[in-house]
């Protein structure tokens, strides 16, 4: 009998160091410490000035006592609770945009022209106007996150919409679909790639701009979040706390991002419908 | 042979004497090493309002420059004491001045700077326009503005909400942060229930329809409004400046008080301000809501307070702590 | 109830209840709206298909068969003449003429295998457990068993269209209607299935019509061929193929020649027209 030759596998990246065999969990862990054990000699070495910056320490222990007597639980839900509500208020508004335009040449008209008006506008630069129309309360900041969701989310589903394979569509009309559930079983699920795209892209733009909307916004009492927060501990020099802050949004930035991998891992992927973004 | 011992002590004391103070002399003038006994440039920052009016004297008169010919100087006015806490940290600003409730906040947060000169006390009014506020409890969920969150407006209004309703957060609920002029329009305009603010804003808003629900001398006495800091490494570089500086307040302060009129002609020509010579007049001599001295009040109990609801990590021993050596003959509190 | 036996079919069977052909087509013109005005594909088509019976419509890639197709399901409606199919003129898309596209992914992707079988049937008012029942027979019956929770994506193509005949047939339509659906596989992929397909189509006595360029593929599934030829095309003619000797016959090499000629083809036989 005889003996065939195996093809080797190539090298692993970074099999040199032996740094690509160990589990992602772990690589991650090294780096993250090793960032703050730089940070750390930095404090310790350069020792800027305490109004300037804080050692990981002193900031661990802000961020433990911020989370212990509840304060950053309370304004951290805050700022989600807005930013949730918001969003929550554009996606419909593109929703009922996006459908009109799939329905219509003029509503394909109306979403172009409110997208190429609405979309440049950064949230905060609407803020203003906003705390005018509606008073100087949560509806203006509402308003500010509805309006940086909407636009990216109807772009996407927009154009989810509009590339649909049209095969599908046929299939779906030839199975004696109704008009409506041609839409919510058919093109709803096809567009949900460029759909998520969206809601991504809205949240990014979201949480952004509510962080800097309450800095502008300047509310000072219990109804704070997040931005509120951080800018209410710069006022009094509590700087710990500033970077406590900043800490618990970056927190809160890789929490998202794992759960829309984990949304999209449940859909998309499963069913080989991701694009590479 | 007792009176050479006496003779020679007496001598060596006569030349230690001497030695001390030629030690001194030569220690005072190598003290700011090259810059003998006056800085080459200075930026000195304030805020809006007629409670800053000494400062205003100093730099429309020049008092400084004609103090000390050859220094530049560079009078900056900004929205808020935040600003100039940050400049006043990093070295951009020397001399800043601001509320006692930043003063307090930077002080107890180890920025090391004190007190040179106070400018006022003020009698601070919480205004509300409509007619349905008439008392502190009609406040709760009511929006209130007040300036920073570190203002002496801010921490009286938690001392009323104590005394009043027996809880200091209790009107906490919609605090918003606007400065004066933002604040006054929003009241007129009924976009917020009311406003804490100071002179002038709260009289020209009694002008036009506000009603005053409740005033801070109630609360914490008389007690100082703004003041004018420097660092402790400023005041131990340039001693002599700084002590100049404070004459130069008091003595704009008492061109104020004694000569109203010529002072409100001084103030008008501030290009911020509309207003005319004879509103300044008006303003400068309501003495019991306004008055200009350097002498500082309520500092101790206003201290005390913040430390007790949280917003002050520490107290002073005394109000000595908080000042620099020319206040201290004021006897201040 | 698995395997060989004949699977219950009402399609037929309500042809058979109506009497008559399932489809009817009386000169029917189709044409379609392009950028320099109304576009004639089809300028006339007369035949007839029973129950039962597979009629292939053969012509050159442009000749209208796939318009003639889409006409019949009811994506298009004709310029002229009329479509009848058991008795009814006006025709909406449905299932009653389930449809088999050429395309791979007809296929929705957000469902397995057996969710796309079943879930048409569902539309249609079946329930839940008796959809998914129905749906695991055709998968059975068209070899799917082992790949029903599978994806369409982790599908190969030969795979998919399987999935895509059991989908319609699962719906046991008036007349099964199939656009090339083997245009896109490779030749032994599209030999295997041709083969099941004729033995599927057999044991569920469906009625079919298919829609190809390919001579091979009309001798091995028709019974009868609709020829169309010409620019704007018509039936050029209609032959009966059902006594065709085997592939290596010389009966069916002439029907291979004969049905070149009638499309018109030149030059060489090159197995694949």
Known sequence: MATRSVAVPARPRGALLRWGRLPAAVRYALLLVALIVIWQAYWVIKEPSPFLFSGPRDVAEAFWDGWRDGNLASVTWTTLKILAVGIGIGAIVALTLTAFAALSQIGEDLLTMLVSILNPLPGVAVLPLAMLWFGLNTNALLFVIANAAAWPIAINLNTGFKTVNPTIVAVGRNIGLSSRRLITDVLAPAALPHAITGLKTAWAFGWRTIIAAELVFGVAGAEGGLGTYINNAKLFLNIPQVFAGLVTIAILGMAFEFLFGVLERRTIVRWGMKRST | ?333 | MRGSTKVRLRGATRADEFGGPVLSMDGVRLGYWGSRGFHLAVEEATFKVAAREHVIVIGQSGSGKSTLLKAVAGFVPPAGGTITVTGRTSLEPGPDRAVVFQEFDQLFPWRNVLENVAYPLRVNGWRRKDAAARAREYIELTGLSHAADKYPHELSGGMKQRVAIARALALEPLILLMDEPFGSLDAITRARLQRELRGILERTETTLFFVTHSIDEALILGDRVVVLHGVPSRVREIVDIRDVGPPDSAGYTEMRIHLRELLAIEGHDDGDA
């Open chain 2, 1 to 333: 042979m007792a009176l050479r011992t006496n003779l020679v002590r007496m001598a060596a004391a006569a030349i230690a004497a001497a030695a001390l103070a030629v030690a001194a002399g030569a220690g005072g003038a190598a003290h700011g090493a090259p810059t003998a006994a006056a800085p080459e440039k200075l930026t000195i920052a304030y805020q809006f309002g007629v409670g800053y009016a000494p400062l205003m004297i100093i730099k429309q008169q020049r008092l400084l420059e004609k103090a000390y010919p050859g220094l530049k100087v560079e009078w900056k006015q900004l929205a808020s004491g935040t600003p100039i806490t940050d400049g006043i940290i990093k070295g951009d600003i020397q001399i800043g001045a601001m509320g006692t409730g930043p003063m307090l906040v930077g002080w107890a947060r180890g920025i090391n700077w004190k007190v040179i000169a106070p400018l006022d006390e003020a009698d601070l009014w919480l205004m509300a326009k409509n007619p349905a506020i008439r008392t502190i409890a009609d406040l709760r969920g009511k929006r209130i503005a007040t300036p920073t969150a570190t203002s002496i407006q801010a921490v009286a209004l938690r001392k009323m909400a104590q005394a009043k309703l027996g809880n200091p957060r209790a009107l906490d609920s919609s605090l918003i942060s606007m400065d004066h002029p933002d604040g006054m329009q929003a009241l007129l305009s009924g976009q917020i229930d009311a406003h804490f603010t100071s002179p002038p804003y709260q009289w020209q808003e009694l002008g036009r329809g506000a009603r005053v629900v409740g005033k801070s001398y109630g609360y914490f006495g008389a007690h100082t409004f703004l003041v004018t800091v420097m660092t402790q490494r400023y005041y131990d570089e340039y001693r002599p400046f700084a002590n100049r500086f404070y004459r130069l307040v008091k003595q704009s302060i008492d061109l104020i008080n004694k000569k109203p009129k010529t002072a409100a002609a001084i103030l008008a020509r501030e290009d911020a301000t509309e207003a005319t010579a004879a509103q300044f007049q008006r303003w400068i001599m309501r003495k019991k809501s306004l008055t200009y001295t350097t002498r500082p009040r309520g500092l101790m109990r206003t201290a005390g307070f913040m430390n007790r609801i949280g917003l002050l990590g520490k107290v002073p021993g005394s109000w000595r702590e908080l000042v620099f050596p020319p206040v201290y003959p004021t006897r201040g509190s």
